[in-house]
């Protein structure tokens, strides 16, 4: 069966491999920003260059109007590595310091800056993807069933066609993020409470280093570590306040050092002194190491930007058309603190369901891989209905933000395929705008095509038929899903078809993207809707749980 | 438990499968459009300008007043392919006010100044795209063939089909590199797919001239479009004459199970069915000829460049490769150099050598009806014409490893044990040898998770549960496994800068490596056809 465990990662990469051969982000500086050269591939570049080059003290200083570093530590580790490896693979040229902004154009080069997306996602995601399906795999299979439908489980989810575009097409590195997330996931969720804090937490904080964005799953684990810190444990004689308070500790230590040890160096240096500042008179207020520090969170966190950015497909920038216009009904300064106290609400059922299901975890009487399994696909679901909180009511949402959201839900196949095949496809279609000025629409209808194919074609499995609910079921809601589905899908199809055929009038210009705004809208509340509901029921069980015993 | 023991979930795949498969692989075709693309893009561009822009008389006398080598030299059919292309309502349509395709895209231009628009790439990659079509279909038509229970399934496919419509080589060649093997594949292809279904059992009087009309028809018509496959000429003449000409159409009864398959039955011409072969192949022959009649010594100048030497640039792994890598040792020891090889000995040889493929194949499975042996012929007279052909190109070995695959995608064949691995190994080996032909590092990748892919999918195919004892299977694929990874390391991983002066040292062993292990691989076959013929 070796044969065809490479047949799925060949065929997962050789896709990527393609995607990469299209336009980046702002290549050519085709719609670049006004202020800098290009997109994020340019930004990526530029870091390497600036890492491999600038002591460390420098990195959080360098230039900050051309493309400043504004991602965690982890991030810039691995761009400085990345810059060793390019200058010695393709050349000093590539990264040579200040010289090499707008390097461009060389097949050669691009190809390697593509190769750093796709190895690190076969290190980090492709691994984290297999081994996660197949504990979940575990918990469902049937003694008819073959390995092939696993692989196929396997293959699907790393044709995920958002993904492919915006790594592999666009240009980020949101695989090693979200890969680093599922490993904790995959840590976290372990019976063996220090295994897991240990090793999850160590992976939380590292996917945290490398994109602030997954903080979007905190609140969850959290929420779920804290369940596990006060889990119920009959059998154990020591007092449950003791067994929070050394599980507490143990994860917090654990965190601490992690963080620590990516940090420190942002610590203790500040930049040279014949560095020239952006910010004049920053240089007295880079004493204290706490003032550095916070240089830095704020590079990473730039909150003075605003609640809104372009047209997401999030509430604030549906709410913000013309009839509602929620931007000039709330006052600027109270804008924050909605956008807080909405995605309070939106995340607390996920937060809720996982602490219960945390709780009662270790009190199960079954096998350990059953156990795990029945976590993890709890804590998928909590991630994805998290994360679509932030994603829809959170402030300086970004269009790719929604792949936080994805990534977890893509792992749910056997949970509910058609939410699953329906994210997919969603997550694209949201990012359909942002892709249009990266001009990789023919990807976009290629990788969208592929993955439609894999998913009709290679799924003739009967597991898979049982799960894809019929309307004879009288399963009332299962089929009023479906019915959704198909009619969200149809109306995709028309807004594309609409964009294509009706000149934008001239009073609206933007009336594709905030069409497309409000649409996503919807679907993604509507997802947000569906994880709820399956939370309900898992949170429901876990609280019946300790009666029975 | 592999997918192959799956039974096919329907017995024929729909038509909604075959069509979503055929879009999805166009799409990462689509995808590959911003590739690499080599001089042979070039070479049909000025190709689609010759036929657009000039006379049919001129056709292979333009050379752009001197300004281009990319000169039209393959036969006719092949420039009325691209008549088609150039003149055609849609092509109008796309060129119409320089909308939607430049006009400058289908000019005489000079080598100098060729560089094609964005537009023009695109037109030219989708016509490749869509003649794969051609390429599908035969392969679909040869792939079933077969008795039914003979086929080996992959999901609802015959293996062998998903195995040839997928293959990377022809994915390197065509959609990146950019030629139209496909295309010719697919007449080949669907020419070997009628000369077998007449040998069901099942067929009948009709078939039996359709069927090999069609054959010969298709095989005549390739060779009007590439003369690169002149060297099957004789498999087919030998296969035609024993299998149709000299043999009666089949009884309107299938002969009972227990009577041997013409046991003394005396060998009789039947004039009827040699003079109707005679006048359709004739006739598709001669028919593309007709307007050149008059220049035929220009026409056979640009056809066949016997002053091109001996090798390509790269060597291809076949025997000359061998022959000059002896030569430049020799040389490098200031021992005594080899004769030159002048192309009538080539000829010479691979006559020669094609001899037992005449008779233990083509000849026999005629005789005996055997698809087995006639798949084998066409292989073996394709392989001999890669190992000992004049200037032979490296992708030459496609013309064996892909009929290769029909012969060993069976069930329940345990003669053809030997054959699955002696395929798997000359895919391997095939493939390697082409890798050079893409050669700029930004494909590396892509060559690289596509012969995995592929490599992966003939294995599970062709080895997984294959009848033969774990040793010798090892004995048999360690040392291909070696001889792999140290090539590919030495070809794509080591930097070719570190190789300083030496660095002709990757090329040199790809084509020297792949050039000893096929040519085991030649000897293996020829032996096992010899031996099935005597056994």
Same mark, same amino acid.
């Given at each position: 069966?070796?044969?065809?465990?490479?047949?799925?990662?060949?065929?997962?990469?050789?896709?990527?491999?393609?995607?990469?051969?299209?336009?980046?982000?702002?290549?050519?500086?085709?719609?670049?920003?006004?202020?800098?050269?290009?997109?994020?591939?340019?930004?990526?570049?530029?870091?390497?260059?600036?890492?491999?080059?600038?002591?460390?003290?420098?990195?959080?200083?360098?230039?900050?109007?051309?493309?400043?570093?504004?991602?965690?530590?982890?991030?810039?580790?691995? %761009?400085?590595?990345?810059?060793?490896?390019?200058?010695?693979?393709?050349?000093?040229?590539?990264?040579?310091?200040?010289?090499?902004?707008?390097?461009?154009?060389?097949?050669?080069?691009?190809?390697?800056?593509?190769?750093?997306?796709?190895?690190?996602?076969?290190?980090?995601?492709?691994?984290?993807?297999?081994?996660?399906?197949?504990?979940?795999?575990?918990?469902?299979?049937?003694?008819?069933?073959?390995?092939?439908?696993?692989?196929?489980?396997?293959?699907?989810?790393?044709?995920?066609?958002?993904?492919?575009?915006?790594?592999?097409?666009?240009?980020?590195?949101?695989?090693?993020?979200?890969?680093?997330?599922?490993?904790?996931?995959?840590?976290?969720?372990?019976?063996?409470?220090?295994?897991?804090?240990?090793?999850?937490?160590?992976?939380?904080?590292?996917?945290?280093?490398?994109?602030?964005?997954?903080?979007?799953?905190?609140?969850?684990?959290?929420?779920?570590?804290?369940?596990?810190?006060?889990?119920?444990?009959?059998?154990?004689?020591?007092?449950?306040?003791?067994?929070?308070?050394?599980?507490?500790?143990?994860?917090?230590?654990?965190?601490?050092?992690?963080?620590?040890?990516?940090?420190?160096?942002?610590?203790?240096?500040?930049?040279?002194?014949?560095?020239?500042?952006?910010?004049?008179?920053?240089?007295?207020?880079?004493?204290?190491?706490?003032?550095?520090?916070?240089?830095?969170?704020?590079?990473?966190?730039?909150?003075?930007?605003?609640?809104?950015?372009?047209?997401?497909?999030?509430?604030?920038?549906?709410?913000?058309?013309?009839?509602?216009?929620?931007?000039?009904?709330?006052?600027?300064?109270?804008?924050?603190?909605?956008?807080?106290?909405?995605?309070?609400?939106?995340?607390?059922?996920?937060?809720?369901?996982?602490?219960?299901?945390?709780?009662?975890?270790?009190?199960?009487?079954?096998?350990?891989?059953?156990?795990?399994?029945?976590?993890?696909?709890?804590?998928?679901?909590?991630?994805?209905?998290?994360?679509?909180?932030?994603?829809?009511?959170?402030?300086?949402?970004?269009?790719? %933000?929604?792949?936080?959201?994805?990534?977890?839900?893509?792992?749910?196949?056997?949970?509910?395929?058609?939410?699953?095949?329906?994210?997919?496809?969603?997550?694209?279609?949201?990012?359909?705008?942002? &892709?249009?000025?990266?001009?990789?629409?023919?990807?976009?209808?290629?990788?969208?095509?592929?993955?439609?194919?894999?998913?009709?074609?290679?799924?003739?499995?009967?597991?898979?038929?049982?799960?894809?609910?019929?309307?004879?079921?009288?399963?009332?809601?299962?089929?009023?899903?479906?019915?959704?589905?198909?009619?969200?899908?149809?109306?995709?199809?028309?807004?594309?078809?609409?964009?294509?055929?009706?000149?934008?009038?001239?009073?609206?210009?933007?009336?594709?993207?905030? &069409?497309?705004?409000?649409?996503?809208?919807?679907?993604?509340? &509507?997802?947000?809707?569906?994880?709820?509901?399956?939370?309900?029921?898992?949170?429901?069980?876990?609280?019946?749980?300790?009666?029975?015993? | 438990?592999?997918?192959?023991? !799956?039974?096919?979930?329907?017995?024929?795949?729909?038509?909604?499968?075959?069509?979503?498969?055929?879009?999805?692989?166009?799409?990462?075709?689509?995808?590959?459009?911003?590739?690499?693309?080599?001089?042979?893009?070039?070479?049909?561009? *000025?190709?689609?300008?010759?036929?657009?822009?000039?006379?049919?008389?001129?056709?292979?006398?333009?050379?752009?007043?001197?300004?281009?080598?990319?000169?039209?030299?393959?036969?006719?059919?092949?420039?009325?392919?691209?008549?088609? /292309?150039? $003149?055609?309502?849609?092509?109008?349509?796309?060129?119409?006010?320089?909308?939607?395709?430049?006009?400058?895209?289908?000019?005489?231009?000079?080598?100098?100044?060729?560089?094609?628009?964005?537009?023009?790439?695109?037109?030219?990659?989708?016509?490749?795209?869509?003649?794969?079509?051609?390429?599908?279909?035969?392969?679909?038509?040869?792939?079933?063939?077969?008795?039914?229970?003979?086929?080996?399934?992959?999901?609802?496919?015959?293996?062998?089909? /998903?195995?040839?419509?997928?293959?990377?080589?022809?994915?390197?060649?065509?959609?990146?590199?950019?030629?139209?093997?496909?295309?010719?594949?697919?007449?080949?292809?669907?020419?070997?797919?009628?000369?077998?279904?007449? *040998?069901?059992?099942?067929?009948?009087?009709?078939?039996?001239?359709?069927?090999?009309?069609?054959?010969?028809?298709?095989?005549?018509?390739?060779?009007?479009?590439? =003369?690169?496959?002149?060297?099957?000429?004789?498999?087919?003449?030998?296969?035609?004459?024993?299998?149709?000409?000299?043999?009666?159409?089949?009884?309107?009864?299938?002969?009972?199970?227990?009577?041997?398959?013409?046991?003394?039955?005396?060998?009789?011409?039947?004039?009827?069915?040699? !003079?109707?072969?005679?006048?359709?192949?004739?006739?598709?022959?001669?028919?593309?000829?007709?307007?050149?009649?008059?220049?035929?010594?220009?026409?056979?100048?640009?056809?066949?460049?016997?002053?091109?030497?001996?090798? =390509?640039?790269?060597?291809?792994?076949?025997?000359?490769?061998?022959?000059?890598?002896?030569?430049?040792?020799?040389?490098?020891?200031?021992?005594?150099?080899?004769?030159?090889?002048?192309?009538?000995?080539?000829?010479?040889?691979?006559? /020669?050598?094609?001899?037992?493929?005449?008779?233990?194949?083509?000849?026999?499975?005629?005789?005996?009806?055997? *698809?087995?042996?006639?798949?084998?012929?066409?292989?073996?007279?394709?392989?001999?014409?890669? #190992?000992?052909?004049?200037?032979?190109?490296?992708?030459?070995?496609?013309?064996?490893?892909?009929?290769?695959?029909?012969?060993?995608?069976?069930?329940?064949?345990? $003669?053809?044990?030997?054959?699955?691995?002696?395929?798997?190994?000359?895919?391997?080996?095939?493939?390697?040898?082409?890798?050079?032909?893409?050669?700029?590092?930004?494909?590396?990748?892509?060559?690289?998770?596509?012969?995995?892919?592929?490599?992966?999918?003939?294995?599970?195919?062709?080895?997984?549960?294959? *009848?033969?004892?774990?040793?010798?299977?090892?004995?048999?694929?360690?040392?291909?496994?070696?001889?792999? #990874?140290?090539?590919?390391?030495?070809?794509?991983?080591?930097?070719?800068?570190?190789?300083?002066?030496?660095?002709?040292?990757?090329?040199?062993?790809?084509?020297?490596?792949?050039?000893?292990?096929?040519?085991?691989?030649?000897?293996?076959?020829?032996?096992? #056809?010899?031996?099935?013929?005597?056994?």
């Amino acid at each position: 069966m070796v044969s065809l465990h490479v047949l799925v990662v060949s065929l997962a990469l050789f896709v990527r491999i393609l995607v990469g051969y299209q336009h980046h982000s702002g290549e050519d500086n085709y719609h670049g920003s006004k202020r800098a050269y290009g997109g994020d591939y340019e930004a990526q570049r530029h870091w390497m260059e600036l890492t491999w080059h600038l002591p460390i003290g420098d990195w959080y200083w360098y230039d900050l109007q051309y493309w400043g570093l504004d991602y965690p530590p982890l991030t810039a580790y691995v %761009s400085y590595v990345c810059g060793a490896l390019s200058e010695w693979l393709v050349g000093p040229g590539t990264v040579a310091l200040f010289k090499s902004r707008r390097y461009e154009g060389d097949p050669t080069h691009k190809a390697f800056m593509r190769a750093t997306v796709w190895v690190l996602d076969a290190l980090i995601y492709f691994p984290a993807v297999f081994f996660i399906l197949k504990v979940l795999w575990q918990l469902k299979r049937q003694e008819s069933s073959s390995t092939n439908e696993f692989l196929i489980a396997v293959l699907v989810a790393l044709l995920q066609p958002s993904i492919i575009l915006i790594d592999h097409g666009h240009f980020q590195y949101n695989t090693v993020a979200l890969g680093l997330s599922l490993w904790s996931l995959f840590f976290i969720a372990h019976p063996s409470f220090f295994l897991s804090c240990i090793y999850g937490s160590v992976f939380f904080s590292l996917a945290l280093n490398f994109k602030q964005m997954t903080l979007y799953y905190a609140p969850v684990i959290f929420a779920y570590l804290l369940g596990r810190c006060l889990a119920f444990n009959n059998g154990s004689k020591i007092p449950l306040w003791q067994q929070g308070l050394e599980r507490f500790a143990a994860l917090g230590g654990t965190v601490i050092i992690t963080f620590v040890q990516l940090w420190w160096p942002f610590l203790l240096y500040g930049p040279r002194d014949n560095l020239s500042l952006v910010e004049d008179g920053s240089r007295n207020a880079l004493r204290t190491m706490l003032q550095r520090g916070t240089h830095v969170l704020r590079r990473i966190f730039p909150l003075e930007r605003g609640l809104f950015e372009g047209k997401v497909s999030n509430l604030w920038c549906a709410l913000d058309t013309k009839p509602i216009n929620i931007r000039d009904r709330i006052p600027a300064d109270v804008q924050p603190l909605a956008a807080l106290a909405a995605t309070f609400l939106l995340m607390m059922p996920s937060c809720i369901a996982l602490f219960l299901i945390g709780r009662a975890s270790e009190q199960r009487k079954e096998a350990a891989t059953r156990q795990h399994a029945a976590d993890l696909k709890s804590l998928l679901w909590g991630c994805t209905s998290c994360a679509f909180a932030f994603f829809l009511a959170s402030f300086q949402v970004h269009e790719k %933000s929604i792949l936080l959201a994805l990534a977890p839900a893509s792992l749910l196949v056997w949970e509910d395929v058609v939410f699953c095949d329906w994210m997919a496809v969603v997550a694209t279609w949201t990012m359909w705008p942002l &892709l249009v000025v990266d001009r990789l629409q023919l990807p976009y209808v290629c990788t969208l095509i592929i993955f439609a194919t894999a998913i009709t074609q290679l799924r003739t499995t009967p597991l898979l038929q049982t799960i894809t609910m019929k309307p004879t079921d009288g399963d009332w809601v299962a089929w009023c899903w479906k019915i959704l589905c198909q009619l969200s899908l149809a109306a995709m199809l028309v807004l594309h078809a609409l964009e294509m055929v009706v000149p934008v009038p001239s009073h609206l210009p933007d009336l594709f993207p905030v &069409l497309w705004s409000i649409g996503g809208c919807a679907l993604c509340c &509507l997802a947000w809707l569906r994880t709820v509901g399956s939370l309900l029921t898992e949170g429901r069980s876990a609280l019946q749980k300790p009666k029975n015993d | 438990m592999p997918s192959t023991s !799956i039974p096919a979930l329907k017995d024929t795949p729909s038509w909604v499968s075959m069509t979503a498969l055929f879009v999805a692989f166009s799409c990462c075709k689509i995808l590959l459009m911003p590739s690499y693309r080599s001089t042979d893009f070039d070479v049909h561009r *000025n190709w689609l300008a010759i036929t657009r822009h000039l006379p049919i008389k001129e056709w292979y006398y333009d050379d752009v007043n001197g300004t281009t080598v990319h000169t039209l030299d393959y036969p006719p059919s092949f420039a009325y392919w691209e008549y088609l /292309l150039s $003149n055609n309502p849609v092509t109008q349509y796309l060129i119409h006010d320089d909308a939607l395709l430049d006009e400058r895209c289908l000019q005489l231009l000079p080598d100098s100044d060729n560089t094609p628009s964005e537009a023009c790439v695109i037109f030219h990659r989708s016509t490749v795209i869509l003649s794969d079509i051609m390429l599908w279909w035969g392969a679909w038509v040869m792939a079933t063939s077969s008795s039914p229970s003979q086929i080996l399934f992959l999901g609802q496919f015959p293996a062998s089909f /998903l195995l040839t419509v997928f293959h990377p080589g022809l994915l390197w060649l065509d959609h990146v590199h950019f030629q139209y093997n496909g295309m010719l594949f697919g007449i080949f292809l669907a020419s070997l797919g009628y000369l077998m279904k007449v *040998n069901n059992s099942s067929s009948t009087e009709r078939e039996f001239h359709v069927h090999h009309w069609k054959a010969a028809v298709l095989f005549a018509l390739l060779l009007t479009m590439k =003369h690169l496959f002149l060297t099957l000429g004789p498999f087919y003449f030998v296969y035609l004459l024993r299998r149709y000409c000299l043999e009666p159409p089949p009884p309107k009864q299938p002969p009972s199970q227990n009577s041997p398959l013409n046991s003394a039955k005396p060998i009789q011409l039947y004039p009827l069915h040699l !003079i109707t072969l005679s006048m359709y192949t004739g006739t598709t022959l001669l028919v593309p000829f007709l307007p050149f009649l008059r220049q035929m010594p220009q026409l056979l100048t640009r056809l066949f460049p016997f002053g091109r030497g001996l090798v =390509h640039d790269y060597w291809a792994a076949n025997v000359w490769a061998l022959y000059s890598f002896v030569d430049k040792v020799l040389g490098l020891a200031h021992g005594p150099s080899l004769p030159d090889v002048p192309a009538s000995v080539c000829a010479l040889l691979l006559l /020669l050598s094609l001899l037992p493929g005449l008779y233990f194949g083509a000849w026999k499975a005629a005789e005996e009806h055997d *698809n087995k042996k006639l798949v084998t012929a066409a292989v073996y007279s394709a392989l001999c014409s890669f #190992m000992l052909g004049f200037h032979v190109h490296e992708k030459a070995i496609l013309n064996a490893i892909i009929p290769l695959l029909f012969l060993v995608c069976n069930k329940n064949d345990n $003669n053809t044990t030997s054959l699955r691995v002696l395929c798997f190994q000359m895919t391997a080996l095939g493939l390697l040898g082409i890798f050079p032909l893409l050669f700029r590092p930004a494909e590396m990748a892509l060559k690289l998770f596509s012969y995995a892919a592929y490599m992966a999918l003939c294995y599970h195919v062709l080895i997984e549960r294959i *009848n033969m004892s774990r040793q010798r299977l090892m004995m048999e694929l360690l040392p291909l496994v070696a001889v792999v #990874m140290v090539l590919v390391a030495l070809l794509e991983f080591v930097p070719i800068r570190l190789y300083g002066k030496l660095e002709f040292l990757p090329l040199l062993c790809t084509s020297v490596g792949c050039a000893v292990g096929l040519i085991l691989c030649w000897i293996r076959l020829l032996l096992w #056809m010899v031996g099935m013929t005597a056994g």
